[in-house]
């Protein structure tokens, strides 16, 4: 039944062959993976204007040039990452670019960052998100988490269901919501245009504002910045593209600038034309199409398609989280389990962690998550800058033909980002220190972890010295609970293997009921010895691991391995077994893990 | 670490034969076993009130003449439960008095409303004593919730500690609640009697009153009887009591039954000469001790051991309930793990289950456990009517000397709990109705339970003519992921065990990758068989059991059995477990469960 239901909710699993079907088209791929950057655009621009309002209505014009050093960045970071997706066709992104030029630590702190970072994608693009719709029936808006939380899995099962079809139905919403912006950046520019916006709506650009500072503009910039956060996710997507992946992912990435571009830029001009100023009721990009359109079925549209962008904006995370997760694990920096392919091909440990782990965070947070929206700019911004940092080396070292033209192209983006990186630290200090606690630590345990398979590796390498010890023969040890069809299924299995000695043993709670069962023993079993054990504690472990430490002493001397022959009878129900004391697992557990000994266990299968 | 914390927590284990030092004086035994009881005078008199005063305050006399009701009521109960004291000394109260004289199903009627029972007595007195705390400090409120866990969590540690501890701590606050209600009921009455209070508060007894009903009447001596529930539970508890238990529980009922017949008519008066009327903010309890002493320290010292009470009333329940839970176990009628003694040979699967349940209910109804109260006190009369009705068969049958007497004391008992029951179905019908849909089920359910254990030992007992089949050899497969050290210990040792065939099976996700290792294989172990099997899927449990299928099939036919031997290393941290695929754990979950097949481990235990 379990298996039925998995079956319905992921679809059947597909063979290892049918991978070249999973692979991602550039229409698909550019709605899956860039719905993240796409929807920043819906608060992006409203972050520039928080920070100006401080100053006052008046220095509002400061959001376009603002605005054309927020473009900047986004081509540098565009013409940035064009150059990884080439030198680096594997995929990996930040990772892998600042492991193999800056160094191993390095490559941590930036695949630390970013794999901490789709976890805040997720859990704060789904509580925006929710807010939104909530916000339009207040009815809901007491069950936010749940709402939150069923986001999650909803996202969780469609990427498990594999990334084809994530695409196919993540593209619709993608793409409504750009024709959306389109529509109503071109008919507020019409409006514009048509003279229909007052001047007296806006004061001019370079109008003198007293109280500006460069700190204040440079915290401004940083602000917009946000609208940048998911432009490296197509970097770590690459093996998820079709044949020629490079290519495709480029032309990818060059669409979603353009788009990018458009969008950001074209709801700053109609913020500044329109005299928007922020407030808490209402967004930037809602009180835009109020002052288009009005009230009607389009403003509704353009609302609609923005909450549920900000929803799907957690699928890039999906999308980057996991490829991510396979290049750390392949280096043995996080468990191996993230390198298996689930039944739809798709890294299905990666999925679920980090479905998972951003439930946890929704619930700890209560779906309040905006706290953690610097926190995971700068997050965003420390692997840019070490990304384009790595860059740099890799063309002072290799010099291929145009070295310079992309060394300026890499250093720029370096240069903006870090600065960007360091004004989050400087303006908004007491919401990002965190980072400087997790990510030491993060580093610290990815080194904990590769230490482990190492050693694990050493130990288990046939080509060790190590000699196997000879097995001169072998004890098996019965425990047995009573006179039954399952001891006897046991002992007969121990008879059969030669064994050199077998030992009853069978741990009594009072002397009495000892002396009668060693009796009935003699009579049923008279070849097989009997050792009985007083238990004063009323435990049947603890005995039994005495003895099995006293054989096992003996054993060793002389070469002899100790096998403990484990009857067990199973029930015909899985329900069945909360009614039986299965002492036999503890048993199992215990012996395995904390003695040298072989665990055998015989099975005797009830009929009814 | 775990096991210190649990050291620490309930003390270290004791020795089956300290059994002895773990039973119940008299006076401890009062204490703990009476808490229920004597804590439900703090609401029993409120309940009449609450029905009269839907009259009016001239019917507040009417209370008199059912207090009366109650305290024959009271008389004609713990009469009756010292006969069976006596007759059943080993305990079980109404489950085993029913069961022998009425027929099984009777027996687990009263037990199974029993058992529910003492979840409802623990979920509502915790809730009752947390809303009391949190009344006095208000800003604690929001807590409740995890107030009343934690309370619930402390009360079955306590318990886990063992019997005479938990005993010790409780005797202080319930002695103290007696004391406190002494001197209220005490100073109230000097003060009537020195003419200190004013007759015009009260309407005299015998006064006409407009609207009274017989059904009225009824429901309002229902309601009061509720202060009657707790005290079955001294005959479920007769073998925590130091020797002579029967003699020694006898004395200690026939002193709660007096304690408890004096706080309930001193309240009862106490409100009428006071004139006291219920109200929503306040309680009766509260109001009759303003009205004595005004709101000084004698007056908080009683509020406060009357909320100290009621949450201490729960204990009654671990007191009762596994006692309960190991007769009805013995019967086979619940799981067997009911009747194994913990580390301190307390009865600790019945507490801790009795816990666990009544924290889910507490959660589950959000703390607002009041509208259970008619549930339970349903759940407690019809264990009294049916253990009552009981005495009557058996004294008819047996006729001992002077059974006349004893058989007219029980059937009192048995008419008025009879009428008791009775009333909370015709007047709370809408509250007591979800007794006749659970108590049918969990009947059902006790039947399956014990037919299952039935058909267990019938199959497992070696008189059954069932022979067991002749192992002719032994067949071993060894699932290998490599060539390491613990694929090599593992077939070392099916080779000393002269198995007539060891076949290796690797399970390889691509053709290179399989030709590979069989090349290598051939190598390594030229005189051991390998099988490799392609896994389109990338489970290796799929196609290992479809291996392990044919073999089985094969080897039945030649009486073979079949071994499956499972290399496995163990991580020298239990944290390690998590870096590794536990692919062992499932394969041998799955072998045992759904396959015919012996499953060894061979561990091999990691250094570093």
Redesign the interface.
Known sequence: MKSSIKRYLIGR?????ELGEQKLNKTKALAILSSDALSSVAYGPEQILLVLVTIGAAAFWYSIPIAVGVLVLLLALILSYRQIIYAYPQGGGAYVVSKENLGVNYGLVAGGSLLVDYILTVAVSVSAGTDAITSAFPSLHSHNILIAVLFVLFITTLNLRGVTESASILAYPVYLFVIALFIMIGAGMYKIFTGQVTEALHSPIGTPVAGISLFLLLRAFASGSSALTGVEAISNAIPNFKDPAPKNAAKTLAAMGTLLAILFSGIVLLAYYYGISPNEQETVVSQIAESVFGRNAVYYFIQFTTALILVLAANTGYSAFPLLAVNLAKDKFI???FT????RLGYSNGIITLGFASILLIIMFKGHTESLIPLYAVGVFIPFTLSQTGMILKWLREKPAGWRVKLAINATGAAISFIVSLMFFLTKFTQVWPVLVFLPLTILLFHR?KR??E??GD????A?C?A?T??E??VMIVPVA?????V??SI??A?????DQIIAVYVA??REEEKKFAEKWAK?QPDVRLVTLHS????IIQPLTKFVDIVEHKSKEMNY?V?VVIP????KE?W?N????QSSFLI?AFL??RR????????Y????
Chains 1, 2 share one sequence.
Do not use: C
Not at 482 to 486: D, K
Not at 578 to 581: E, G, Q, S
Not at 605 to 608: G, N, S, V
């Open positions: 699993p597909l063979k290892s062959n468990p191996r389990m298996i392919r689930g039944d972890i482990h398979y050693a694990v130990q288990l390498r046939i060790s190590e196997a000879p097995i023969g072998n009573g006179i039954t069809h399952v006897e299924n007969n299995y008879k059969s293997l030669n064994a709670f009072d049923w004063q504690y009323r435990s391995r096998t067990q009878f199973i029930p899985g069945h909360i009614l039986h004391n199992r395995l893990y040298d000994v072989i665990v055998t266990t015989v099975p299968h009830l009929k009814k």
